[in-house]
């Protein structure tokens, strides 16, 4: 057996079923080791996609997602979608070919240093020196990637490991890592804490963050919070956590966020962060937030406890196995004046746009387009201007919300879409971007046709890159530098230039029979939405 | 501003280091000093990590330090409660007149004098900071050429270790 050979076992003993890559020659010996088993190989275009590919099959799956690289350009061109999955804690194993070793540091052909250049932004990363470590390195990988804190690990393997000769094949039945030991159970004492705060708390809220999703404590989140009747906002990966219309759901706070969820937050006694990093965008002074309330921050990774805001209860632990043990405390408290109170809030919310009518207006499309998709549909948001009207308008049922949220990376939604799709091969899927976005992805409807992995594609047209311009339009005194699209191509001609079936909409005359013929195609589609090239978010 | 001494034991593979110094460089913590060296255990690493900061930043440095997957675990060594040692050598312009008078000082502090050339000297010293900065003020009037310090090393007293190897 070759080392090669080693890596694709390997994938097979992590019950792999599809990697998401693009060859080069110190790649070569593994992809030719992938002929012999069943793990499907998805080529994509440009290896950035492959990561976000990888990405999207994660987070539907709830398993590893595995992207593959050759050295040089091939490893250098992952490091954004590495970047963006570390961002929103997605794990992915990323393997990438490497030049072999003797020539390590000489600047040869195709040589980069992999490992030091993804540094920040993985969990960990390997270069393996000795075709006898690859088994146990690939076990340790894949657990270190998808427990405590999920996250990227990167191996880079040279081309004389891939083909040197391994004489025994074992994989460990476990890792034996002495120095990585993530916390899962919640300590009893500060769980304790936070139930006697919630027993004298008038006003308790829960924002619920992506951890919620990550740990697959969703269906817990929604037993807590109804049982207990506590309000529920979230944050921008937490969209989804909760389904739009519950009751006890009150949106997504911070500064792209709804009024009411942010009053809501704002004018808590109690606020129990679950799952959720206390950034930037969600909360734009923290220190504020402290003032009056009393934080619980529940976290998986201690870290994150404490470096934006200082809690008054820190809780460590994965948050399934805490709700696990909220379950077992009992708390009869009533909150019901709170909840009038935010009902009141709710209401009081009054709609801000007043669209141009010779156009589509991205948000009612976007909540008509969310109510028509199915229960359980997966709905890919860009980034931009598409992006914030997307978690400002989507009515989530019991799907999926997917974003780029915490690295913000232009082109994300087509190559999750794609990987998502591998994941759920049933599911209704669509991805939606602007047409600056669209741009960024565009080469991988070619992936899409060639491996069957139909998606919807929604394209927001407004010839701008919207987020940039409104920008300039509130910071510049509208003076626009460089986010005119012109000179795009028909993006109907190009889908159809793919085989892909399009359609044009220029208002909103009949959107509700567009919208349902284009959800009830069967096969895959793009939708093209002329908006107002100066409408704003806000 | 507060100083710490942060004690870290780490598993002892390649581009450990780099880990620490690249996590220091790219969220803005300060590295006054960082000593490595291997343990008793062969398998493990003892770093000595002085740094500097408000206590939210050392705070978030024992935490981040502590997330990295090498790291087996990282204590504060409390200055009460540890040894602390640096090494200091010292070359010192010097002819034979100042020679006298050097070697009078170096015996004060206990230092040694670990080489001679007919204008120069270089000088060794083991000790805590106090006692490095104490010896260097009275070498002022001298005319230093060169120094090189290694950096702190600490224990902690008794018999209590950071981690059982």
């Known amino acids: ?538 | 501003m507060n100083r710490k001494v942060f004690q870290l034991i780490a598993d002892n593979t390649s581009g450990v280091l780099s880990r620490i110094a690249g996590l220091f460089s790219r969220r803005g913590y300060n590295i006054e000093s960082i000593t490595a060296g291997v343990t008793t255990d062969p398998n493990y690493s003892r770093i000595t990590i002085v740094t500097t900061g408000d206590n939210d930043i050392l705070e978030q440095i024992e935490k981040q330090v502590a997330k990295l997957v090498d790291v087996e675990s990282i204590v504060e060594l409390n200055p009460g409660d540890s040894v602390f040692r640096e090494l200091i050598m010292i070359k010192v312009k010097a002819d034979a007149a100042q020679r006298v008078e050097i070697s009078t000082v170096v015996d004060i502090f206990r230092a040694s004098i670990v080489d001679v050339t007919v204008d120069s000297l270089i000088i060794e010293l083991i000790g805590d900071q106090p006692k490095i900065e104490a010896f260097l003020a009275m070498l002022e009037s001298y005319d230093i050429l060169e120094t090189a310090r290694t950096g702190i090393a600490g224990l902690s007293r008794g018999t209590e270790s950071i981690v059982k190897l």
Not at chain 1, 120 to 130: D, E, G, T
Not at chain 1, 134 to 152: D, H, L, N, Q, V
Not at chain 1, 239 to 265: E, H, Q
């Open chain 1, 1 to 538: 057996m070759l080392g090669a050979d080693a890596m694709a076992k390997c994938l097979e003993e992590e019950g792999v079923e599809a990697v998401f890559g693009y060859p080069g020659v110190a790649i070569c010996p593994f992809f030719n080791s992938m002929l012999g088993n069943n793990i499907e190989r998805i080529l994509v275009r440009t290896e950035q996609n492959a990561a976000h590919a990888a990405n999207g099959y994660a987070r539907v799956s709830g398993k590893v997602g595995v992207c593959v690289a050759t050295s040089g350009p091939g490893a250098t061109n992952l490091i954004t979608g590495i970047a963006t999955a570390y961002a929103d804690s997605i794990p992915l194993v990323c393997i990438t070919g490497q030049v072999d070793s003797s020539l390590l540091g000489s600047d040869v052909f195709q040589e980069a240093d992999i490992t030091g250049a993804v540094e920040s932004f993985v969990k960990y990363s390997y270069l393996i020196k000795k075709v006898e470590d690859i088994p146990r390195i690939f076990k340790e990988a894949f657990y270190i990637a998808s427990t405590g804190r999920k996250g990227p690990v990167l191996i880079d393997v040279p081309i004389d490991i891939q083909n040197a000769v391994l004489k025994n094949f074992s994989y460990p039945e476990e890792v034996n890592l002495r120095t990585y030991k993530p916390t899962v159970k919640g300590h009893a004492v500060q769980i304790k804490k936070v139930f006697d705060a919630l027993k004298k708390a008038k006003k308790p809220i829960i924002c619920a963050g992506g951890g919620v999703i990550l740990s697959n404590a969703k269906s817990e989140l929604r037993e807590f919070s109804h049982k207990n009747g506590i309000p529920v906002v979230s944050t921008l990966m937490g969209i989804g956590a909760m389904p739009t219309r519950d009751p006890l759901y009150y949106g997504m706070v911070g500064n792209n966020g709804k009024s009411y969820a942010n009053k809501a937050m704002n004018d808590s006694d109690l606020l129990i962060m679950i799952g959720a990093r206390v950034a930037d965008r969600a909360i734009a002074q923290p220190d504020l937030v402290t003032e009056n309330t009393i934080l619980v921050h529940i976290d998986v990774d201690p870290a994150e406890i404490g470096k934006n805001v200082g809690p008054t209860i820190p809780l460590v632990g994965d948050i399934k196995s805490i709700f696990d043990d909220f379950k077992k405390e009992e708390l009869n408290s009533d909150y019901s004046e709170w909840i009038e109170t935010l009902n009141k809030y709710r209401e009081a919310e009054k709609p801000r746009r007043k669209p141009d009518e010779k156009y589509v207006d991205p948000a009612v499309f976007i909540t008509k387009l969310s109510e028509k998709m199915e229960e359980e549909g997966i709905y890919v948001a860009d980034v931009g201007q598409n992006q914030m009207w997307s978690c400002g308008y989507h009515i989530v049922k019991n799907g999926m919300f997917l974003t780029s949220g915490g690295m913000g990376t232009m082109g994300y939604s087509i190559p999750a879409a794609i990987g998502a799709r591998r994941a759920a091969k049933d599911r209704q899927i669509i991805a939606v971007c602007g047409d600056g976005s669209f741009q960024m992805s565009m080469m991988e409807l070619a992936t899409m046709m060639q491996h069957g992995l139909f998606i919807k594609i929604v394209v927001f047209h407004n010839g701008y890159l919207g987020l940039v311009r409104e920008y300039q339009y509130n910071t510049y005194k509208a003076n626009y530098s460089v986010v005119d699209l012109s000179g795009s191509p028909d993006f109907c001609k190009l889908g159809e230039a793919y085989g892909i079936k399009c359609v044009r909409v220029s208002d909103m005359q009949g959107i509700d029979e567009k919208i349902d013929e284009f959800i009830s195609y069967d096969g895959p589609m793009l939708m093209e939405l002329m908006i107002d090239p100066m409408d704003r978010v806000k």
